[in-house]
């Protein structure tokens, strides 16, 4: 008997921890099952808040989580591999959405061309028969390049062309092409439809480049390789781009010049050896004499007397006659130069 009340104690224990699936409310909630939406008009129990916020919490939202899922279980419900699903109606809240609701695609430069055309998307068949290869083989994906090979094994060389070229190498080539081709049309079309402004030397638009984007193109693609352009053939006639942002475009603008240059190496270092060596210490004169006459002055201000000394009294019996003063080699007259009849004019 023990071990049977035991059993019994220990299943009540385990059915205490689930709480059962009725919920009773004082005002009941609003229920919005197309969004998973319960709205609780009930007043919180500020008591209960105090004495323990997280728990009482928790049973809250255990509470109204309850009353979803049990809206959710009155509904028609149906079996879908092996699994029960239920069948939302219409949401009645009305959700604001974060961004505005996206507009149509815009058209391709095709798709435009086949609407006003009247050309119509033909579904292409997955298979087609091969009557060379005398089988079915795929018209695009897989093995379609094995199928190619197989049928093409041997290719015709026109008369107009250097019999030694690889035709299957060209076929390559041809089709790499094409690809390429495409790429970029598809790229325009994103540009076109989102409206922006790449650069210059890039996208051109639908319309024909003028002379000047192209100029600036080929600016751009002389001036990006290794030496910045500097081995790079002109064209005759060949101008250089100029304008508002050309400068910005080219990469070798806003760094030093290239140490590259037509010189031989030999030369280039000879020229550099001279110009270290024969460089000479530069004098500057006016701040020298400034130097100087600052020198002057602080030892006249730290001896005072000893200048006073030198000079003497001043009066007309000190006076010495002195005489005209000297013109620095310019009042000379030449020895064997005549002179010259009539006055002077100053």
């Known amino acids: 008997m023990d071990i049977v009340k035991e059993v019994l104690e220990k ?32 007043d919180l129990d500020e008591h209960a808040m105090k004495e ?60 435009k061309f086949a609407k006003e055309k009247g050309i119509t998307k ?47 190498q060209k076929k390559i080539d041809l089709r790499n092409e094409k690809v390429a081709k495409n790429e970029i049309q598809r790229m325009k079309n994103i540009v076109r439809a989102r409206k922006e402004e790449v650069p210059r030397s890039g996208y051109l638009g639908a319309e024909a480049a003028t002379s000047n984007q192209l100029l600036t193109a080929v600016t751009v693609a002389k001036s990006s390789t290794a030496s910045v352009g500097k081995f790079q ?13 050309v400068k910005e475009l080219i990469p070798g603008s806003k760094r030093k010049a290239s140490h590259v240059t037509d010189t031989p190496e030999k030369e280039a270092n000879l020229d550099l050896i001279k110009s270290v060596l024969n460089k000479k210490p530069k004098i500057d004169i006016e701040k020298a004499i400034s130097l100087q006459k600052h020198d002057e002055r602080l030892e006249r201000e730290e001896n005072p007397e000893q200048g006073k000394g030198k000079k003497g009294k001043k009066g007309k019996g000190s006076r010495k006659a002195v005489g005209k003063k000297p013109k620095g080699g310019r009042g000379q007259r030449a020895p064997g130069k005549k002179p010259a009849i009539g006055r002077k004019r100053r």
């Open 122 to 168: 033909k579904n292409k068949e997955k298979k087609v028969y091969d009557e060379t290869l005398d089988k079915w083989v795929p018209t695009y994906g897989y093995r379609r390049a094995d199928a190619e090979k197989q049928k093409d094994w041997v290719l015709e060389v026109p008369q107009n062309v250097d019999p030694m070229e690889d035709m299957f």
């Open 233 to 245: 053939n002109k064209l005759p006639k060949e101008k250089e781009a100029r304008g508002i942002g």
């Open 11 to 42: 299943q009540q224990r385990e059915l205490e921890k689930y709480k059962p699936i009725t919920v009773e409310k004082h005002l009941e909630c609003e229920l919005d099952v197309g969004t998973m939406l319960i709205t609780d008009p009930n």
């Open 52 to 111: 323990n916020r997280e728990n009482y919490l928790l049973n809250l939202t255990r509470d109204n989580t309850q009353l979803l899922i049990n809206s959710i279980w009155e509904l028609p419900t149906e079996r879908v591999d092996e699994c029960i699903v239920a069948k939302l109606p219409e949401p009645i809240t009305t959700i604001p959405r974060l961004r505005k609701i996206p507009g149509p695609k815009p058209m391709t430069k095709w798709e």
